[in-house]
C-alpha cells in the first residue's frame, strides 16, 4: 500500500538545524574507531541515557545512528530504504514543533541494504564481544538477509561509476565484514571477486578515475583476523591504506595552516 509509513527514529541532525538525516557514516566511524582502540572507550565514559548497559558508550552512540536504519530495514525481505530525507530545510525562524516539513525515505536499493549489512555485521561483533549475545544474533540475522536482498538486486545503471558507487564498493564492504564476523567462505570470495588486490596487488583503494572508493572495505578487510585473511590480499590492502594516507600527510603538510586533509580539496 502507498503511502508506507515507516516507523523509524533516530538518527543524528545534520549542518546545525533540526533535520535529522541518515548519516550511516557516523555508526561507520565510531565503530571502527572502538575496533582500533578499544581499551580508550568503556561503558559509563559519556554522560548519555545508556551510560550503564554494558556496551561502550561509543558503540551505544553507534547504534543511535543505526536505530534510523533499522526502522528503514524490511524484515520479510530484508531490502532497505537507502536513507531519510525531509520535503525541505526547516524554517530557520521558526521553532521545530511548528516544522510542517515532511520526513521521507528514498527507495530501497543495493546501496542502502548493503551498507546496513555491512555495519550491522559489524556491530554484532562488537556487541558479541560485549556479552551481548542475543542482540549480537539479531543484529548478524538482518544484516545477512539484508546482504542476500542487496546483493541480487543490481542497480540497472550502465555507468561505470554509479555502478562502482551504489552496487560494488557497498557489496566488498559488506562482504568483507560479515566474513569477519561469520568466517563464512563466500562473503571472503564475493570481497576478493569485487576488489582488485588478488590481481593487482598494488590497485588503490580510490581509482583515479572515479570508478570506485572501496575505503570501506579496504578498511574492514584490514581488521579482519590475519588467520582468517588471505595474507598477500591483506597486504596490499594494507599498503593502498598507507599509500592515500601518507598522500594526506604529504600533501597537507605544505598548507599554511597543518591539519590531515585531502590535499585537492579547496578549504571551505
Do not use: C
Not at 104 to 132: C, E, F, H, M, V
Not at 181 to 202: C, I, M, S, V
Amino acid at each position: 500500500r502507498i503511502p508506507v509509513v515507516l516507523p523509524a527514529s533516530g538518527g543524528h541532525h545534520d549542518a546545525g538545524d533540526y533535520n535529522p538525516r541518515s548519516h550511516i557514516d557516523v555508526a561507520q566511524t565510531l565503530l571502527t574507531a572502538y575496533e582500533l582502540f578499544p581499551k580508550k572507550f568503556f561503558d559509563g565514559q559519556l554522560n548519555i541515557p545508556e551510560k550503564a548497559n554494558g556496551i561502550p558508550d561509543i558503540v551505544d552512540e553507534a547504534l543511535w545512528a543505526l536505530r534510523l536504519w533499522d526502522g528503514l530495514y524490511d524484515p520479510e525481505t530484508g531490502a532497505v530504504y537507502n536513507g531519510t530525507e525531509s520535503q525541505g530545510d526547516p524554517n530557520f525562524i521558526q521553532t521545530v514543533e511548528l516544522d510542517d516539513k515532511g520526513d521521507y525515505a528514498w527507495a530501497p536499493d543495493a546501496q542502502g541494504a548493503l551498507n546496513y549489512a555491512g555495519t550491522l555485521a559489524q556491530t554484532a561483533r562488537i556487541l558479541a564481544a560485549s556479552g551481548k549475545t542475543e542482540q549480537a544474533a539479531a543484529s548478524l540475522a538482518r544484516a545477512e538477509k539484508a546482504y542476500a536482498w542487496g546483493k541480487a538486486n543490481k542497480p540497472g545503471v550502465t555507468d561505470v561509476r554509479a555502478f562502482g558507487r551504489f552496487y560494488v564498493a557497498p557489496l566488498a564492504f559488506a562482504a568483507a565484514q560479515l566474513f569477519h564476523a561469520t568466517g563464512k567462505p563466500g562473503y571472503h570470495e564475493d570481497f576478493l571477486a569485487n576488489t582488485p588486490w588478488r590481481a593487482n596487488p598494488q590497485a588503490e583503494m580510490i581509482a583515479g578515475d572515479g570508478a570506485y572508493d572501496l575505503s570501506l572495505a579496504a578498511y574492514a578487510y584490514a581488521l579482519a583476523p590475519d588467520a582468517q585473511a588471505d595474507a598477500a590480499v591483506k597486504r596490499a590492502v594494507l599498503a593502498s591504506i598507507r599509500r592515500e594516507a601518507d598522500m594526506y600527510i604529504d600533501g597537507s603538510s605544505k598548507m599554511a595552516y597543518a591539519f590531515i586533509r585531502h590535499p585537492y580539496a579547496p578549504i571551505t
